[in-house]
């Protein structure tokens, strides 16, 4: 059965507020649907999710910032999850030719779509242009690439290019990670860079190809940005860049990507320093959860985009893990309790091939679904996966008579988890969405079959097929 009635829920999906694993009958829900579906399982709040983005398009607008949302697909690209965001009337940002299928497939007109990433293949560009997919170049050979297909097709393609404004947007109090953060905001491979002319020298380049015309420019500096001065200062940079073409050129759109952060996941910002102090015991990890001040954000960025006389510019924007991040839990089951090594463990069944952002130095909050009364202990949490790293958290705080079975909830999973997890070891999650007092199944969990049917061997039946 992929769907159940979840009495108890009808009451939760008309809340405000939080998502429904923070109401008082979050326990009893999560319950069921761990013993209708099975562990580990995502939880996925259609409520929240469409809350999400209305709340992200109420901030911007009383900022002053009107501008495009378009939805970073490779976040988070459940078919139901981009649907319900397509019809809150949100566009589409993707970064591969399988991500622009899925935005077609799933109705996004052409010209709600922005193609953006390092490499684009000539049939993914050819794809793009007949669809009427506005395509952010990100090198002058990607140009020339398009710039021949658009010659075939005798047509005059408008296009954006990715520059890189140079300023690190990643700030923590080890000046040593502060220097490393500096050099690879410069370094980046992504589009190209403005300090140093690199950015100008390609404008020039690609605006002398017969067949295209730069109308925009688009920058994404990372993801969960918590520092709004340094992002603003970035784009200060940026506009700079774009007024001064704009000079002698039209210039119809400024994308400044996404990357706004959010308060449910904490970022270790370490550098050589810090990472010596930490090995030598210091437990303070340096990590950021401030979240992103979005109005404020928008009033900056309206206000520099007035100082650089760009207001007859449309903007476009890019969220992705603002939008879905809280909108997802993933639920897990402990397998077992232990001492060992002057340490508590617990070891749960959901591993980091499920949460990789946790490997990226992402702190998630991990909790009891039912906590008992006993007092807390800090607890290792380990995952299912067969290698020392497989680690969810060095610390939590859990009850100090957690057992075996109990049900753990892994908060934020909605952000570079489903289509960013793998099968190493074990298969994928499945996926719940909960909406009217439902739970169903909306992506289901991989299974053997599933893994090896990429297997080819000629004269065998195929594995799987017993
Ligand atoms: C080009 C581009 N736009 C938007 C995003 C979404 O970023 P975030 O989820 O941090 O908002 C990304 C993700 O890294 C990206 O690469």
């Known amino acids: ?15 405000d507020g939080g998502a429904f694993w923070h109401s008082p009958g979050e326990a009893a829900i999560l319950a069921k649907i761990a013993s209708q579906f ?20 109420r901030e911007f607008a009383a900022g002053g910032l009107d501008c495009t949302i378009l939805y970073s ?43 953006n990433g390092p490499h684009k293949t000539a049939a993914e560009l050819e794809r793009a242009i007949d669809a009427g997919v506005f395509i952010n170049l990100d090198s002058i050979d990607e140009a020339r690439r398009l710039n021949r297909i658009a010659k075939d097709r005798d047509r005059s393609i408008d296009v954006g290019l990715r520059l890189n404004p140079g300023v690190a947007i990643y700030r923590g109090a080890d000046p040593t990670y ?46 969960q940005i918590t520092d709004v001065d340094a992002f603003a200062q970035s784009l200060e940079r940026l506009f700079a ?39 030598h015991g ?36 890019e969220p992705g893990r603002a939008i879905v991040s809280d909108a997802m839990a993933l639920l897990a089951a402990v397998s077992s309790v232990k001492e060992t090594g002057g340490a508590s463990w617990v070891i749960v069944d959901a591993g ?28 290792r949490v380990g995952g299912p996966l067969c290698y020392e790293g497989d680690i969810l958290s060095a610390a939590k705080s859990l009850s100090d008579d957690i057992a075996e079975g109990d049900l753990v909830l892994i908060e934020d999973s909605g952000a ?35 893994v090896f049917s990429f297997s080819v061997s000629p004269g065998q039946p195929a594995i799987g097929s017993r």
Request: one cysteine or more.
């Open 352 to 379: 980091l091939n499920l949460m990789p952002t946790i490997a990226m130095h992402e702190d998630h909050g991990i909790r009891e679904v039912a906590p008992s009364d006993a007092p807390k202990t800090r607890f």
């Open 73 to 115: 697909v490779k976040t988070n690209y459940l078919p139901n999850l981009v649907r319900a965001l397509k019809a809150e009337g949100c566009a589409a940002d993707v970064v591969s030719g399988y991500e622009m299928e899925l935005a077609l497939e799933l109705g996004f007109p052409g010209d709600q779509i922005t193609f």
């Open 38 to 57: 099975g562990t580990p399982t995502h939880v996925l709040d259609m409520n929240r999710l469409r809350q999400n983005y209305r709340d992200f398009k």
């Open 416 to 450: 570079y988890t489903v289509s960013r997890a793998t099968n190493f070891i074990r298969p994928r999650a499945a996926v719940v969405a909960l909406e009217d007092g439902e739970a169903s199944l909306c992506w289901r969990r991989e299974e053997f079959a599933d």
């Open 1 to 15: 059965m992929n769907d159940v009635h979840l009495a108890d829920a009808d009451a939760l999906s008309s809340m």
């Open 241 to 279: 860049f774009a007024a001064a073409f704009a000079v002698n050129n039209p210039l119809e759109r400024m994308n400044i990507g996404g990357g706004f952060g959010v308060d449910g996941i904490r970022r270790e910002r370490l550098g050589p320093l810090r990472g010596l102090l930490a090995f």
């Open 178 to 223: 502060n220097k490393m953060a500096e050099r690879a905001a410069f370094e980046s491979k992504f589009g190209y860079t403005v300090p140093g002319g690199a950015a100008e020298a390609a404008a020039a380049e690609i605006s002398a190809l017969s067949h295209l015309r730069i109308i925009g420019f688009h920058c994404h500096l990372g993801s």
């Open 282 to 317: 210091c437990d303070n990890l340096d990590a950021q959860s401030e979240g992103f001040p979005l109005r404020d954000f928008a009033a900056a960025v309206s206000s520099l985009r007035d100082q650089h006389g760009l207001s007859g510019v449309q903007f476009y924007c």
